[in-house]
């Protein structure tokens, strides 16, 4: 074997360069978690210093991971959407049954708690490109699932993607001054409710016209 087939041994500090990449980010995965669930729960003025402390880090990696306040609530955003549009493309490969994969993406939904974080972010990132490209990634699987449920006769004809959407983001939204605890427990069974209310045939026909877009973020 000659002394080019050996392989160099690493430095310590190529060694550890995976590592420190892994640990930056789980931390940053950690960061945007915890504050997903502090501004739901108290606010987009929640204390930084408390969303440190739920993701187990300190002050300064978050502020290395987010330059600011504003920096933060959109990357929780768009954060928060990009799962969304990821379980939504995920079930659309992997589910052959049209109504089992609607469900599936409005209960990945709901866990999310999108309802929530939309409301508190509404209207802030008119202009952010990031957010709205994988908000129309999502909406783009969302409703080639619901075309799919519908032309299997599985889902009521006159129900539109604004009305899935808008009846989600209210469901999984919580009343002010509610327990958060609680509620969460009643999440589960709202959406079996609005499932069930989604399955055609329907026992009667809607109401008016469909509802307005309830995007937070319209595009100018």
């Given at each position: 074997m000659s002394s080019t087939d050996v392989a160099r041994p690493q430095s310590a500090r190529e060694c550890l360069a995976p590592c420190r990449r892994a640990d930056a980010s789980r931390n940053h995965e950690r960061i945007l978690i915890a504050a997903r669930a502090v501004f739901v729960e108290h606010g987009l003025d929640a204390s930084l210093d408390e969303v440190a402390r739920r993701a187990g880090v300190g002050n300064a990696t978050l502020y290395r991971h987010f330059g600011d306040r504003e920096d933060l609530i959109r990357q929780v955003a768009t954060h928060v959407i990009a799962q969304v549009a990821d379980d939504a493309e995920r079930v659309l490969a992997e589910e052959d049954d049209p109504f089992q994969a609607l469900r599936r993406c409005v209960e990945a939904a709901a866990a999310h708690g999108v309802g929530a974080v939309l409301q508190v972010v509404r209207g802030r990132f008119v202009k952010d490109e990031a957010f709205f490209a994988v908000r129309d990634r999502g909406v783009a699987a969302f409703e080639e699932i619901m075309r799919r449920a519908r032309e299997s006769g599985q889902l009521r004809p006159d129900v539109t993607f604004d009305d899935v959407w808008g009846m989600l983001a209210q469901l999984t939204r919580p009343m002010p001054g509610c327990d958060r605890a609680d509620f969460d427990a009643r999440v589960d069974r709202y959406i079996e409710l609005l499932l069930a209310g989604l399955r055609a045939p329907a026992p009667n026909?809607?109401?008016?016209?469909?509802?307005?877009?309830?995007?937070?973020?319209?595009?100018?």
């Open positions: 026909e809607l109401p008016g016209p469909s509802p307005a877009s309830t995007d937070p973020v319209p595009r100018r």
